[in-house]
Nanobody, 120 residues
Framework: QVQLVESGGGLVQAGDSLRLSCAAS????????MGWFRQAPGKEREFVAS????????RYSDTAKGRFTISRDNAKKTVYLQMNSLRPEDTAVYYC?????????????WGQGTQVTVSS
């Protein structure tokens, strides 16, 4: 079992940066892949990024590539999503998830989400 708690969301202006954190509990954190998803109002949840157990390998959606960076600290049992050059269309609830594979990433455990709002 893995419990996930996201933090770091908020209201920012277009062009700003934000770093999301996801703290995990449970003894298996270092052996599971982690990912970030987001869901905007009226839209389906979409994949943003994922990271392998050691942090060596990462995958990004086309919209995240070049602007977002996923990383993890296994000692702290935390995964991060650094988001730069934010756009209004990045506004969504962001969820972290834990799963067995880097790609295709499927979340077996989910956090409650953190709201990110980007104003123009």
């Amino acid at each position: 079992q893995v419990q996930l708690v996201e933090s770091g969301g908020g209201l920012v202006q277009a062009g700003d940066s934000l770093r999301l954190s996801c703290a995990a509990s449970g003894r298996t954190f270092s052996s599971i892949a982690m990912g970030w998803f987001r869901q905007a109002p009226g839209k389906e949840r979409e994949f943003v990024a994922s990271i392998s157990t050691t942090g060596v390998y990462t995958r990004y959606s086309d919209t995240a590539k070049g602007r977002f960076t996923i990383s993890r600290d296994n000692a702290k049992k935390t995964v991060y999503l650094q988001m730069n050059s934010l756009r209004p269309e990045d506004t969504a609830v962001y969820y972290c998830a834990a799963g067995p594979l880097l790609y295709p990433f499927k979340g077996d455990y989910w956090g409650q989400g953190t709201q990110v709002t980007v104003s123009s």
